[in-house]
């Protein structure tokens, strides 16, 4: 049972992302061809985990609301315009039967109304509410009162008078393109090489199977 | 790569055979004990703690492995959120802690699920889990950010510890976390993320720090010897940028 339990699952993920990896490095065709459809199994279960997602959300809030935990009035707003998107998009899945040329799924005018007036502006609101948080998260750096603080007020001070300089003083833009172009960029390469590593072998670690979150 | 007449994928199959015999050499090192303490890092040694606190307080840990997924361009830091978020399960479940996990794709759902359950059954409590910890909350990031941020608001929570793919978003779930006092330890390789988290967090995991995890929490022989390959290959490929720019500078005089 452990073999079919763990040791089949391992080696077979292990076998398929080695081949897939293959695939990506060797220009052969066959290969090419056979990695891209695992690829494509992949994207496929992945699909279904959306469907978990949702089982997941409806479980959550229904807890939420069964419990009257004290937030089980925001959860039965949020089930209940689930129900009704989800139910919106069932009937607009498919083209009308009267009318084939109406557009129909997310194209659809019910959809793309749910996505025009409720996503998109809750979206721009969220988008909109990050300057006022940058600035407060800048105010309580700036209180910790240490070196890198002090360093991070001078460069952001240094950078926004060269931002807003109004031809004033002409050093300043050429400041502000200095620490962008050489140190802020120094870093942010050096921070990315890291990155880069960590990351193939990381890759590499989960291709041998050592690093396996999924199981004992 | 097409000026010196390699295709990508050439250089990465190169790189790769460069890195695996480096890797296992470092790994039969660090076997025999040859390969010598790991450097601090503040906030992966701060993560038993995290949970510490919350037993003590009895309240939740929430645990963020951040907006990626399995499967794509973030695959490698969600994984490393994933592997601490193991070494978190079986710390919260030695000390009966609950923790809550905030997931933002749905592929990561019943892996952090399962990685619970096993943690749970490890240590003897198998009717201690709940699938209900592991959270799917949304999968566009700005939802997901203000979801968890209500719940920061609205849930008693110790501390959060969020490892993983962070953008622009991060900064709405930060910013609340640090205006109610939980204790946050955030670690993301976005360079321009990581200017908010350190403004925002108390412990940071800068870039590659994220990748140690594993490393410092299970400290297999192949984790510590993969940490030494990536200190040894940051250096060659330092000193061959060095090289290349004394090189271009004299062949231009």
Known sequence: MAILKRTLPAALAIAVGLFVLVALLLPVPLLSTIGTYFIDCAVIIAAFALFLGLLNVVRVHFGHIRDRTKTWPYSAVLLAALLLVFVAGVFTLTPSQADPSQPSGLSHPAMQWVFTNVMAPLQATFGALLAFLTVAAAYRLFRRRSAESAVLLVVVLLVLAGQASFGLLPVLPQLRDWILDVPALAGMRGILLGVALGTVLTGIRLLLGVERPYSD | ?253
């Open chain 2, 1 to 253: 790569m097409d000026e010196i007449g390699l295709s990508a994928g050439t250089v990465a199959l190169m790189l790769l055979l460069l890195i695996l015999p480096v890797l296992f050499f470092l790994t039969s090192r660090a076997r025999a004990g040859k390969s010598g303490a790991l450097r601090q890092i503040p906030g992966l040694e701060d993560l038993p703690n995290s949970v510490g606190r919350s037993a003590e307080t009895s309240q939740p840990l929430h645990v963020s492995v951040g907006v990626g997924g399995v499967g794509g361009l973030s695959t490698a830091e969600t994984w490393t959120g994933l592997t601490l978020l193991t070494q978190l399960a079986d710390e919260a479940a030695s000390c009966d802690t609950r923790l809550i996990v905030t997931v933002a794709d749905p592929t990561v759902l019943p892996i952090a699920q399962d990685i619970l359950r096993r943690a749970s059954i490890r240590h003897g409590n198998s009717d201690g889990y709940d699938p209900t910890q592991v959270r799917f909350i949304a999968p566009i990031p700005m939802a997901y950010a203000a979801g968890v941020s209500g719940m920061l608001e609205r849930e008693p929570l110790t501390g959060s510890v969020m490892v993983g793919s962070f953008g622009d978003e991060y900064l709405l779930m930060g910013q609340t976390g640090a205006r109610l006092g939980v204790h946050q330890v955030v670690g993301t390789a976005d360079p321009g993320t990581l200017a908010q988290v350190y403004a925002s967090a108390d412990d940071t995991l800068i870039g590659e720090d994220i990748f140690a995890a594993g490393a410092y929490s299970r400290k297999l022989p192949i984790q510590i010897g993969s940490l030494m390959t990536e200190d040894w290959a940051r250096w060659v490929v330092a000193a061959a940028v060095v090289l290349l720019a004394i090189w271009k500078i004299l062949t231009r005089a």
